[in-house]
């Protein structure tokens, strides 16, 4: 019975600290689209618990090569799944460092969810990204501020932001000795 009154107040403080989370305004986290302080911060966290593996499963780090320093560049992103396949989306737009990155290197990357994946990045055109815009935007709660939609958008409605909104598909890659970098 004690285990039992444990999960019960275990799982309501979760959904409250959760629920709380979510009120915060975006503004400080995010300002003039780059990243405060905090929302290095919690980013940094995010990362920290996503690498490892842990929950929600949607979560994820990227790790790219830098197209001017060579060193390993690490993002935390947020996966959609659309119609069997996985998908990252850039919610700030074309003008962040790892849209550019990734096309840089090619689309070869990693992504660490528990173990490290050798991937490829394919861009997604334009015209076909509104479906998985849409399928993005239920998961990730944080892009909602930063694109023109709701919950209740249509795909039309999405396919008026496609352009603005690079969306990558996550395609598996054997590992091989060419492709790592030397950090990997």
Known sequence: MRCLRIAVVTTAALVALIYGWMRIP??????QRRPTRLGV???????FLAGLGMPPSWACVLEVKGRRSGETRSTVLVIAD??????????LGEAVEWVRN??????????????RRLVRLVEVPAAERAPVLRSYY????????HMEATLQS?????????AGHPV???????????????TC
């Open 41 to 47: 911060a919690v980013n940094r966290f995010g990362g």
């Open 168 to 182: 990558f598909r996550i395609e598996p890659r054997a590992w091989d000795a060419a492709a790592l970098s030397p």
């Open 154 to 162: 249509t795909v039309a409605d999405f396919e008026r932001i496609a």
């Open 82 to 91: 659309h119609d069997g396949d996985r998908y990252l989306v850039s919610m």
């Open 26 to 31: 975006n503004s400080l986290f995010y300002r």
């Open 102 to 115: 990734v096309r840089a290197a090619g689309g070869a990357a990693v992504i660490r969810h528990g173990r």
């Open 138 to 145: 239920h998961p990730a709660p944080g892009a909602r501020p």
